[in-house]
């Protein structure tokens, strides 16, 4: 045991507890484990949870390519709430938002690229370079702005802000999807009030397909589209650089223009690197980041590369039903959290969304298996018509060589 501590102990100097402080962490922590053991295996407890969370983020990252930060941020406050003063006793800090977006900072650098990679192999390469650029530089200057502000901005509000913004995402995603659905009814409506289905130009004409054409013909881009994606950059960029949340924007800018998930996948990787990269070196300089924090953070990018793996492959299984849930679940989970503060009401809520998700997502395997069997079912059905027919024509064949032959 003692040479567990001392191998903990140097790799990771800073978190291990004073004698003054071993008082304190026996009793803030006697709630969640034994409070000698938890002392006394600080440093593994916290790297093991850091491990936990970052793959659990990065799970869902590789599933919908952002909410990473949101699961940890939720995961690593739960934790702090209940631990007390315990917790902040890490190189980490004492402030858990803070902290966490410093951690999202060095995860980015390196996890961004691999999604943006990843995404590019799985068929996502219709993003225009104009809109890249459009995205680039003013991500760049908000991202700069940002961190200056994580310096001057108090912990506590930067909780509210973190709060609110979550739940502003979460009520313009609700909306929206909302808004989408009422235009696919109202569409169903006018098919069946008309009589009769809907012509190859209505379709051509459909706002959704015109915008899919314009942004594939890079010199076609509305100078509208971009000047969407140079203010949702610069939000994605301050709200990435406060809290480390930085997708949502660019999701809810994807609902409006009403285009296809993957979009996203690659654009919002591609186009936030040069800032990812300016403010990790910004964040080194101003030493928000110490040398004592990056054994965890190695630790933490680590784990989410398994994650995003784990979750790419996922993925490739998930509709747009669980999708959706996730995205407004992890949303609303966030702003409750962080506004109300209460961590038996935030275990009752992860528990819940946990299990809301996993739901959805069985039910749309379910069917989805169920229209893969009906389209097998019609594919075998065609086969067996094209061969009775060839059969037929064979037959007719014959018989008209037998004629020949009689003749």
Known sequence: MDLVNSTAASAFPSI?????????????????????QLSAASPMFVVGYLILINFLGSFIQGITTFGDAIVIQILWHALASATGDWLHQSPLG???????????YSRTVILNPMVAK?????????????????????????????????????????????????????????????????????????????????????????????????????????????????????????????????????????LILNLPPAFVRLLFPLASLPALYVRYGLAVRDSLITVDMIPYHAV????????VLCGNLIGKRVGPKTFNVVVFVLLVLAAMMMLLDVPWLSVVLLVSGAALMTVVWFAEQRELLAKEEEQTAEACEVISICDSVQAEDLERRYDDLQDEVAI
Not at 300 to 307: K, P, R
């Open 94 to 104: 004492a402030e858990d938002v803070q902290a966490m977006a410093l951690l999202q």
């Open 118 to 254: 990843l995404a590019y192999s799985a068929g996502a390469r219709f993003v225009p370079k104009k809109l890249i650029i459009a995205s680039i530089i003013p991500q760049l200057l908000a991202t700069i702005f940002g961190e200056h502000l994580l310096v001057i901005v108090p912990h506590e509000l930067l909780k509210f802000y973190f709060g609110v913004i979550c739940i502003v995402f979460a009520a313009s995603f609700t909306l929206l999807k909302g808004f989408r659905y009422w235009q696919e009814i109202q569409r169903e409506k006018r098919k069946i009030n008309d009589d009769e289905p809907m012509s190859a130009t209505t379709a051509v004409a459909s706002p959704t397909t015109q915008l899919n054409e314009t942004i594939e013909h890079e010199p076609m881009v509305q100078l509208r589209v971009q000047v969407a994606f140079v203010i949702t950059s610069a939000v994605a960029g301050i709200t990435g650089s406060l809290t480390g949340v930085g997708g949502p924007p660019f999701m809810i800018l994807i």
């Open 300 to 307: 933490s990018v680590a784990a989410g590369v398994v994650g």
């Open 16 to 36: 291990l507890l004073t004698t003054e402080n071993a008082a304190v962490a026996l009793s803030s922590s006697s709630s969640l484990i034994g409070g000698d």
